[in-house]
């Protein structure tokens, strides 16, 4: 629209009577003050107070419902019917709205820090001279069911003191929000919350206390028993991985907790697969055999409790339970730490001592997403071992995902890279690369994480195992003390917690010691960390983004996983 010239604006001002003038001035003014009273910001999709038509129009009627609450008891008994039909979809909208896991459920691939990324990223792709892709694609998977990992808080019911509550607590605060429904939740972990729950109102175990000026002067043993519990799901057979955290020392004799074990397993199936579950391979190949499983013998700690892989009909409704485990915590109220990982701190109770995952890359285009990576897969079942000592994926069907990219792009390497990881936890990357690399060495600070990584090692072929080592270090020390290892390295894979890579790694990568390394792996899991150091890593001159994409691993929430190739300048 052409602007208005100034004189043709004067004209009309100067030609109207002073009376008229008035009036217009008064009539803007009066606009103007309109304007600015009712000028509303409205909330955006992937803003967390923004609704969707549905969402706007069921509030209506919640609003119309409790208007209705004020009129006479003969309409109201003549309404009760239909209020009723309504009762069940409005308390699951309730409390998906206010489950902190679902803040941002409706458009989880339109949230603030998405946004964020994908404007950030595609500046840098559209900059990059070794891309013609200019787009951060975002993928995500299942938005309901997906997670197989929850560490939930036990504190005190808001209703009721003496009885204990499991939930999440609310954003930036120590106010518990119990979630026993939670959509994000794989079912099994549901079940755990309810037969614990139970389990602790029959038998009057306390429930920790959060810190509060009320209770300062309490000691730690005054504060509460039951601090988390702790809750893994296999995915193969959906049985729990149970862990107590209990406010306590281990080697002391506790009654109150014996009782809640007996409780818990009483409530529950102890489940055991065949050697640890058959791998996908194998099991496509025994077609037909599905009910030769033999019953495998007690677990050592020689629990009264046999148990097959078919549940008797008494046995039907309840919770699967593939191993029990205590941690024992009492640690400083102030402190904010879960679980104590001293190795004198866990006892395991019943059960097989570790959960048996296998990553299972899309074969064909129509079996993942559009769009994700389907890599050739190795040719042999590749086991990764998670204990409750470990970091696991809580959502590992769309980590997968990354890993198949990563697994894509070494295989497109001219030669077979020497391949060092840090922060590799277990070796869910590196030994998914074991087939496609010269030699991997991969590390982590964890001291449980080293039997996980050999347990899986022994289970790969004769030919592989010498290709893989693991050394008990943190990223830090890894490139201040293995020099002679980086100067091997071509392929270097990073996968950092949240907060990113150490001021010595950023160094180490920034500084011109690394120049064999002709491919740079990193998985984010912090944007505002990966941002810091990705500006660092190009800042220094040496390195370019070559690719990236991201993936919602935790629909619901307001964060993005980061996938990031840098290749040398």
Not at 98 to 103: A, L, R
Not at 381 to 389: G, I, M, R, W
Not at 443 to 448: A, L
Not at 471 to 492: G, H, R, W
């Given at each position: ?137 975002v993928y995500i998977g299942p938005l309901y069911h997906w997670r ?354 150490e001021d010595e790694v950023a160094d180490y990568l920034c500084k011109g010691h690394c120049s064999s390394i002709k ?51």
């Amino acid at each position: 629209m052409p602007a208005i010239h100034p004189t043709m604006k004067d004209t009309k001002t100067t030609t109207a009577s002073p009376a008229t003038n008035a009036a217009a001035a008064s009539t803007k003014t009066t606009k103007k003050k309109k304007k600015h009273i009712f000028k509303k910001k409205i909330p955006q999709k992937g803003d967390p107070d923004y609704l969707s038509p549905t969402q706007l129009r069921n509030r209506r009627k919640r609003n119309a419902k409790k208007k209705g609450n004020q009129q006479p008891p003969q309409q109201q008994e003549s309404s009760a019917n239909n209020s009723a039909n309504n009762n069940n979809n409005k308390s699951n909208e309730d409390e998906e709205l206010k489950d902190p896991s679902m803040k941002y459920i409706t458009y989880p691939t339109k949230t603030p820090i998405v946004r964020t990324a994908t404007k950030y990223i595609e500046a840098l792709l559209q900059s990059s001279d070794v891309t013609n892709n200019n787009t951060f694609h975002v993928y995500i998977g299942p938005l309901y069911h997906w997670r197989t990992v929850s560490k939930l808080a036990v504190r005190p019911d808001a209703t009721d003191k003496n009885k204990v509550a499991i939930g999440l607590f609310a954003e930036n605060s120590h106010s518990l929000l119990p979630v026993p429904k939670c959509k994000a939740h794989h079912p099994s972990i549901n079940k755990v919350v309810e037969v614990v729950t139970n389990a602790c109102h029959e038998l009057n175990v306390i429930p920790y206390e959060s810190n509060t000026a009320d209770n300062e002067s309490k000691s730690e043993e005054e504060m509460g028993q039951l601090r988390y519990i702790g809750v893994n799901v296999d995915r193969s057979s959906g049985g729990a991985q149970v862990t107590l955290v209990w406010n306590g020392k281990s080697g002391e004799e506790d009654e109150q907790l014996e009782k809640l074990v007996g409780a818990i397993l009483s409530e529950t199936v102890l489940y055991k697969a065949e050697a640890g579950e058959e791998p996908p391979m194998k099991r496509q190949r025994r077609r037909g055999r599905r009910g030769d499983n033999k019953e495998e013998s007690q677990s050592k700690d020689n629990v009264k409790k046999s148990v097959s892989s078919s549940s008797s009909n008494n046995d039907s409704n309840k919770v699967r339970l593939h191993s029990l485990w205590i941690n024992y915590n009492s640690s400083w109220k102030h402190s904010n730490r879960i679980f104590e990982y001293d190795e004198s701190c866990w006892r395991h109770v019943a059960g097989s001592t570790s959960i048996t995952e296998y990553l299972r890359f899309p074969t064909t285009k129509s079996e993942g997403q559009k769009g994700v990576a389907n890599p050739t897969p190795p040719s042999y079942p590749v086991p990764l071992h998670f204990p409750p000592t470990v970091f696991r994926q809580a959502n590992l069907d769309s980590f997968t995902n990354i890993v198949g990219r990563i697994r894509e792009r070494v295989l497109e390497m001219d030669e077979k890279p020497f391949c060092v990881e840090l922060y590799g936890g277990v070796g869910t990357i590196a030994l998914n690369l074991s087939d496609a690399v010269s030699h991997i060495v991969s590390s982590d600070e964890n001291p449980n994480n080293l039997k996980c990584f050999q347990d899986s090692v022994k289970q790969l072929p004769a030919e592989i195992q010498p290709l893989l080592d693991y050394k008990q270090k943190n990223a830090a020390d890894m490139v201040t003390s293995e020099s002679d290892l980086f100067q091997m390295c071509d392929l270097l894979v990073l996968d950092p917690p949240r907060k990113g890579l150490e001021d010595e790694v950023a160094d180490y990568l920034c500084k011109g010691h690394c120049s064999s390394i002709k491919l740079l792996v990193y998985v984010s899991c912090g944007f505002q960390a990966f941002q810091r150091d990705c500006d660092a890593l190009l800042a220094s001159g040496r390195w370019r983004v070559e690719f990236a994409e991201g993936h919602v691993l935790f629909p619901g929430s307001d964060a993005v996983e980061t996938l990031a190739f840098f290749v040398p300048k």
